[in-house]
């Protein structure tokens, strides 16, 4: 298997970090996605030009990363990402889709305000996205005690989602106000899988 990656991307990580739970990530060859050309986006194998995408050695190729973390997840019985079915799993995939929006925006609030040419960025559509951001935090610190001691693709996606705001945006400090959250993080980010996927310094 084959892993199209970059290693500052949240949505890789949490591919990467859902690897290493399940025992897998010793079978998946990496490789970067190509970031010459913003235009064409950074991964051929996607045809939306995004990381991460997975190829198997057939030639068949799953993006994009919940996709990705669902395949792995039926190839692993060392731990079970996603409960099979009903309100357990509709409960999760719930959490993940919060802490995969919550990702999305900040990602799409660091493409706006840093990728883009000079002066194409949108302030209003930066705030709009910083919102639910903050909403997104709100709304994980009255939850937390509910998944604070679960392992699965939802708790996976908050670490990562938190973990992409410390690297992009630690000046908005996100623990202000949110001590639960706080504390549930600095537990979860201490877990090897979580500590050997750190993004580089930018
Ligand atoms: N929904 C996608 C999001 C992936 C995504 O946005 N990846 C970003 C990196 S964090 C990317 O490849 N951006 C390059 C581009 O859009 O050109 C997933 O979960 O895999």
Redesign the pocket.
């Known amino acids: 298997m084959k892993l199209c990656y970059?290693p500052t991307?949240?949505?890789v990580r949490k591919v990467v970090v859902s690897a290493k739970e399940a025992g897998l990530f010793g079978g998946i060859e990496t490789y970067k996605?190509d970031t010459s050309d913003?235009f064409k986006?950074?991964?051929p194998a996607n045809p939306l030009?995004?990381?991460?995408s997975l190829t198997l050695d057939s030639g068949e190729t799953f993006?994009?990363?919940?996709v990705i973390c669902e395949y792995l997840d039926g190839l692993s019985d060392k731990v079970a990402l996603l409960p099979a079915s009903g309100v357990e799993r509709a409960k999760v995939m719930t959490l993940h889709a919060l802490a995969?929006g919550m990702t999305?925006a900040a990602?799409q609030r660091r493409m706006d305000s840093s990728a883009m040419p000079e002066g194409e960025g949108s302030p209003s559509w930066n705030a709009r996205l910083r919102i639910a951001m903050e909403t997104g935090l709100d709304q994980l610190e009255k939850q937390v005690s509910d998944f604070e001691n679960d392992l699965n693709i939802a708790t996976i996606a908050v670490a990562c989602a938190l973990g992409y705001f410390d690297f992009r945006f630690s000046h908005e400090n996100w623990r202000e106000g949110r001590p639960a959250l706080a504390a549930w993080y600095e537990n979860f980010s201490a877990r090897p899988s979580m500590q050997e996927t750190v993004p580089p310094e930018a």
């Not at 030009?49 to 991460?52: E, N, R």
């Not at 993006?63 to 919940?66: E, G, K, N, P, R």
């Open positions: 970059s991307s949240p949505f996605g913003i986006g950074i991964n030009g995004k990381v991460p993006f994009d990363s919940l995969n999305d990602y």
